[in-house]
């Protein structure tokens, strides 16, 4: 893997910010989110922690997609690797299809009782959005019309809000997860869903929350910017 990386450096530079593999992954066939699944117990296999290893020799992040299921995988790899930067992408993947449907509340225990684990781990990073993937079983590919960004965020406030609760606004960070959702919701929408979840907390922790975390997190030179009123400059 080395020598891959090596090469990535080379031709992307500073751009080369860091790793995501395909992990996600449910013994259940109804459960997939990606064409090619990977075998079972991905984040467990030495393989995997090899590459992992070299990523924190070569100062990079590792971004992991998995399901609420696959949490406690993430845990044991963010305890082995305290060291490196790993950020949980789409809020851990709770689920909402198959053996989950109609499990809502169940599920929502069970995530989030992970996810405070997680909290608990410094390295870890978390990324707020992905609900409106097809697994997490909101279904917003069948309504009629799209939805608005109050309907958006009050689907999504528990979740969202339990991560940065748990985590705080200096380890979260707001993701679009665009072009997979574009089937769902507008992409102005769904940043607007997001300011208004997050509109009681302060300037400080808006700016982390949709900027400033992803800033340092990926080493990234840019300038933040506070979000702005809903449909006005900012971020969204």
């Not at 380890?171 to 997001?194: H, I, Q, T």
Request: overall charge neutral.
């Amino acid at each position: 893997m080395a020598p891959v990386l090596e090469e990535m450096r080379e031709r992307a530079g500073n751009r080369l910010c860091g790793v995501r593999n395909t992990t996600a992954w449910h013994a259940d066939a109804r459960v997939v989110s990606n064409p090619s699944p990977p075998p079972a117990g991905i984040l467990s296999s030495a393989e995997f922690r090899q590459g992992v290893a070299v990523l924190r020799q070569h100062d990079l992040t590792l971004d992991v997609w998995g399901y609420h299921t696959q949490l406690p995988e993430v845990i044991a790899l963010a305890q082995a690797f305290p060291d490196l930067a790993i950020v949980v992408d789409h809020m851990g993947g709770p689920l909402g299809i198959g053996p989950y449907a109609g499990q809502r509340e169940q599920v929502f225990e069970h995530w989030s009782a992970l996810v405070a684990q997680l909290a608990k781990l410094p390295n870890v990073r978390m990324k707020l959005g992905g609900l409106g993937m097809r697994v997490a079983g909101f279904d917003l590919h069948k309504q009629p019309l799209p939805p608005t960004s109050a309907q958006l965020a009050a689907l999504w406030a528990p979740y969202v809000m339990h991560c940065i609760e748990v985590f705080g606004p200096q380890r979260c960070m707001f993701e679009s997860n665009f072009p997979v959702d574009k089937g769902m919701y507008g992409y102005g929408v769904l940043w607007n869903a997001f300011k208004r979840i997050t509109r009681e907390l302060n300037c400080a922790q808006r700016t982390a929350l949709f900027s400033g975390v992803a800033t340092q997190t990926y080493g990234l030179a840019l300038q933040t910017t506070a979000p702005g009123p809903m449909g006005q400059p900012g971020i969204g």
